[in-house]
């Protein structure tokens, strides 16, 4: 079993930055691949980023290219989205996710395990 923890929501005027975490208990974190999905009130599940296991690929939703980073530390268990030029569009519950092999997905039933999520919210 995975448990995954995030932190760094919050409030925020648009143009402004986050950073997102997401720690994980046990060692299969390493090999496994990592997602960010966000949901909005009343809206579907949307894929945010991806990255494998090793950190050497990463994958974007195109609503976010440029402006997102996701990375990785394996040594400390963690995993970050970076957010800058925020939009209130951005405005969501973000969850992290880890999958159940090394191979970043866009799709949500590819991770096995999923976090509380934490709240972003952009103002105008």
């Known amino acids: 079993q995975v448990q995954l923890v995030e932190s760094g929501g919050g409030l925020v005027q648009a143009g402004g930055s986050l950073r997102l975490s997401c720690t994980a208990s046990?060692?299969?974190?390493?090999?496994?691949?990592m997602g960010w999905f966000r949901q909005a009130p009343g809206k579907e599940r949307e894929f945010v980023a991806a990255?494998?296991?090793?950190?050497?690929?990463?994958y974007y939703a195109d609503s976010v290219k440029g402006r997102f980073t996701i990375s990785r530390d394996n040594a400390k268990n963690t995993g970050y989205l970076q957010m800058n030029s925020l939009k209130p569009d951005d405005t969501a519950v973000y969850h992290c996710a880890v999958a159940s092999s090394w191979r970043a997905s866009m799709w949500d039933r590819e991770y096995a395990y999923w976090g509380q999520g934490t709240q972003v919210t952009v103002s105008s």
């Open positions: 990255i494998t296991g090793s950190g050497g690929r990463t």
């Open positions: 046990g060692r299969t974190f390493s090999s496994a691949a």
